[in-house]
């Protein structure tokens, strides 16, 4: 198809006769015709659509891939889903957050009765911020955590795969919080021995494993009464949130499953005022200190992600009058970092 700028040339001419000044005046004209459509309408790569519209020109855009032209799912998806102007750019950490523990945390704490420990890490921008002051505090039933994460370290060195036991205590240690079941994977670890190697090559600086399972009287297993900070326990947290050099990626993800399906009766702490679509993570301890139960060790530990938040939490609570006690500061305190972490 030749289009309308055909440059086919029209057959036939001017008969001979006697008028040979006009054939000569004609072939002039028709000369400067020819030289005149030339320079009108040079050689070029561009050609005119079928329909008489414009062009598409060489140095026109390309068009979008599909990737880029899919409208976003929503307003956050599209903004971590745009990519980087350079590379330079993407290599930028997140800006900044402001501490967490402000005024709002400090007046909360400031009208709870009880000693209060707390840590947080943002995994973003890998800033960590404490609160409260004191020695280190007895771990209660979150020493769990160690136990396993101390387990699947020793198997992963040793290149050996969990046994359908062990799966099954450490499920029932984490998910339901079974004493026994830790008893018997402390045990399979090496006790407080096995414990403290872990800890030492994790870069746990201020814990300080049991030593001790059946104490002198105490009436409860006495890993219970291991004793941590929380930073140590940020520590911990981390070995399985972010890549580690004493855990394979599958057994971290093995962690954080059973962590995430906690029994609901056991999920209170840091997933205190959190929604409950936003992914949380957790082991709780608790433990009564006295015969008269009176003085309760409570405590918390956890992985919170999601709607614009990506932190680690400890919090450690002792000299609460009841167990009730210790949960609603913990929950409360959950409550107002969750909305200042955003």
């Not at 198997?155 to 079941?181: H, T």
Request: glycine letters at 10%; charged letters at 15%.
């Amino acid at each position: 198809m030749t289009g309308r700028h055909s440059s086919r040339e029209r057959s036939g001419g001017l008969p001979n006769p006697a008028l040979a000044l006009g054939a000569v005046f004609l072939a002039a004209v028709v000369i400067s015709a020819i030289l005149v459509k030339v320079i009108s309408h040079p050689a070029s790569t561009a050609r005119p659509v079928a329909d008489g519209g414009a062009p598409h020109h060489a140095a026109a855009a390309p068009a979008p891939s599909s990737a880029s032209a899919r409208p976003p799912a929503s307003a956050s998806a599209s903004a971590s889903a745009r990519p980087p102007a350079s590379a330079s750019a993407s290599a930028t950490a997140p800006a900044s957050r402001p501490d967490p523990f402000g005024a709002a945390t400090a007046a909360f704490l400031g009208g709870r009765s009880g000693t209060v420990l707390a840590a947080v890490y943002d995994v973003r921008t890998h800033q960590t911020w404490t609160a409260g002051t004191g020695p280190p505090q007895d771990e209660a039933s979150i020493v769990k955590l160690d136990i396993l994460e101390t387990l699947l370290a020793q198997r992963a060195k040793s290149g050996s795969a969990l046994s359908g036991s062990d799966s099954s205590l450490a499920q029932s240690m984490i998910e339901d919080s079974d004493n026994n079941s830790a008893t018997d994977l402390w045990d399979a670890v090496g006790g407080g021995t096995g414990i403290g190697t872990f800890n030492s090559a994790a870069g746990l600086a201020q814990t300080t494993p049991s030593g001790c399972v059946v104490c002198p009287g105490f009436p409860w297993p006495g890993w219970g009464l291991t004793r941590t900070v929380p930073a140590d326990q940020l520590t911990l947290l981390r070995e399985i949130v972010e890549p580690s050099g004493l855990l394979t990626a599958a057994d971290r993800s093995y962690a954080l499953g059973l962590m995430e399906n906690v029994t609901p009766s056991q999920r209170w702490g840091v997933s205190g005022g959190v929604p409950s679509s936003v992914t949380v993570a957790l082991k709780n301890g608790w433990l009564p200190l006295n015969d008269a139960d009176t003085d309760w060790q409570v405590n918390s530990i956890g992985w919170v992600s999601g709607q614009g938040r990506d932190y680690l939490i400890a919090v450690l609570t002792t000299g609460n009058a009841t167990e009730q006690h210790g949960i609603d500061t913990i929950s409360g305190l959950s409550a107002i970092l969750w909305q200042h972490l955003q």
